[in-house]
């Protein structure tokens, strides 16, 4: 059947305000405003990659929410699936992030209690909603933002896929959310339902307590749950300004592993939205070619790699920039120096 929408996720969008450069958030008198939040930085690249996606989010109607919608909009993002909050207490969630400078690290402050989303509810949306995607794409985050949200999640979840939409899901862990226990008492209950997962290293071994090298981790899943393709992430963290960012995926039905060289030396100007970015390469990958793994993997590796290279959340490469990175990539001979 024919759905109007390739990708739609379920996810808070935020507000985010950074000082300039490498200004210090308790020094720096000024912010650039800027908007960002995982399931959107995911359904944004996918959109620049070329599929037709859309996000599902409560935000104020406010000034400040007709700037996010319109921002939604500039990324090639539905709103269609956007709901307004018209509450006198209606707030958009807000984080404040700091550059990093050797020894110095990145540093993040949120303001995101009580926003929005955390009212949003299964009946603000038309049934057709869940037979209107291929795809249907959360996280850990929204799971972990209070009990109504996560209640909204995971019946999003089961609705979707109930009506054939492929179910993804990254775990996206943060310890200012949510322990590790309870993240895990969570996620086990909902991954009955998910066809596409995405978990590092040190969250499986952490939150999922499991042991082993990372391919028996990532088979682990596979044989616990009917879960189709498992990825994760590997980065190393030379500096802030220097990361090497690679991945492994692991597919089920033809029991492979892929992976391939990893991008050296990135010369980070911005690593947030970096890890949303891979997924958003994977699923392309995934979603254009239904089961060339290697080709979602090489998607992954590229997506997220350049993101690294872009100030703000949202990723802002096409189709055919991340093409010319895969074969750049690829290459062993000589490579120009500018592309023009």
């Known amino acids: 059947?024919?759905?109007?929408?390739?990708?739609?996720?379920?996810?808070?969008?935020?507000?985010?305000?950074?000082?300039?450069?490498?200004?210090?958030?308790?020094?720096?008198e000024t912010f650039q405003?800027?908007?960002?939040?995982?399931?959107?930085n995911v359904v944004s690249g996918v959109s620049l990659l070329g599929l037709r996606t859309g996000i599902i989010s409560k935000i104020p109607d406010s000034d400040i929410g007709t700037f996010v919608k319109n921002r939604i909009?500039?990324?090639?993002?539905?709103?269609?699936?956007?709901?307004?909050?018209?509450d006198h207490n209606a707030r958009l969630g807000i984080y404040y992030y700091e550059n990093g400078a050797h020894p110095r690290k990145p540093r993040i402050v949120y303001d995101r209690m009580?926003?929005?989303?955390?009212?949003i509810d299964c009946s603000e949306f038309d049934s057709r909603l869940f037979d209107s995607a291929r795809c249907f794409h959360t996280s850990g985050i929204t799971l972990a933002l209070s009990p109504q949200a996560r209640k909204t999640a995971v019946e999003m979840m089961k609705r979707f896929k109930e009506q054939g939409a492929l179910i993804s899901f990254d775990v996206n862990f943060r310890s200012n959310l949510w322990s590790g226990e309870e993240a895990r008492a969570c996620i086990e209950k909902i991954l009955p339902y998910v066809d596409v997962f995405f978990c590092s290293?040190?969250?499986?071994?952490?939150?999922?307590?499991?042991?082993?090298?990372?391919?028996?981790?990532?088979?682990?899943?596979?044989?616990?749950?009917?879960?189709?393709?498992?990825?994760?992430?590997?980065?190393?963290?030379?500096?802030?300004?220097?990361?090497?960012?690679?991945?492994?995926?692991?597919?089920?039905?033809?029991?492979s592993f892929y992976v391939e060289e990893p991008y050296r030396n990135i010369e980070v100007v911005d690593r947030i939205g970096s890890g949303d970015a891979y997924i958003s390469g994977v699923l392309y990958g995934l979603l254009s070619s239904?089961?060339?793994?290697?080709?979602?993997?090489?998607?992954?590796?590229?997506?997220?790699?350049?993101?690294?290279?872009?100030?703000?959340?949202l990723p802002s490469s096409d189709l055919k920039e991340i093409q010319s990175i895969?074969?750049?990539?690829?290459s062993t001979g000589p490579q120009l120096e500018m592309s023009r």
Request: aromatic share 8%.
């Open 33 to 40: 405003k800027q908007v960002g939040g995982a399931e959107l």
């Open 1 to 28: 059947m024919n759905k109007p929408f390739d990708l739609l996720a379920l996810g808070e969008v935020l507000l985010r305000l950074s000082p300039s450069g490498n200004e210090r958030l308790m020094r720096g």
């Open 201 to 255: 290293e040190d969250t499986a071994r952490l939150t999922f307590h499991k042991e082993g090298d990372l391919k028996d981790i990532m088979k682990s899943f596979t044989l616990e749950y009917p879960i189709s393709v498992v990825a994760s992430t590997q980065r190393i963290v030379h500096s802030p300004r220097k990361h090497t960012f690679g991945s492994v995926l692991y597919s089920a039905k033809s029991n």
């Open 73 to 86: 909009r500039f990324c090639g993002v539905s709103d269609d699936y956007l709901v307004y909050d018209r």
């Open 290 to 313: 239904p089961g060339d793994c290697r080709a979602a993997l090489e998607y992954g590796n590229a997506t997220g790699a350049v993101k690294n290279t872009v100030p703000g959340d």
């Open 114 to 119: 009580y926003t929005s989303v955390n009212k």
């Open 326 to 330: 895969i074969q750049a990539h690829k």
